[in-house]
């Protein structure tokens, strides 16, 4: 027997606010907003979701897992991305061919370049 991947949990000061920010940046739909829990999927039987929920501090420290976007233009994500609110973040990458920035909460994230065939 074997496990499904059901959701991505993601402690968030304003969980509402983050899971509006990442359903826009992931073209998701937000499928349930409370007070305790804010769920985003790409669609409302698409699994897995991502579920925000409250916690009282800011995010310390680097992420010990983080998501990987791939679009098709790099640079137009990223500058899409940005104007949404991502930063731009050093978290000791060095040079790389893509782009680390953090959603408004400060949670890292890696824009790749499109896959190569």
Known sequence: MTSVWENLTVD???PSRLAHWWAEALGYQVISDKPDEVEIRRT?????GIVFVPVSGPKEGKNRLHIDLRPAD???EVERLVDMGARHVDIGQGEVEWTV???P?????C???EREE
């Open 12 to 14: 968030a000061q304003d």
């Open 44 to 48: 409302p039987d698409t699994l897995p």
């Open 74 to 76: 790099l640079e137009a």
């Open 101 to 103: 920035l953090s959603d």
């Open 105 to 109: 909460e400060g949670n890292e994230f």
């Open 111 to 113: 824009v790749l370049r």
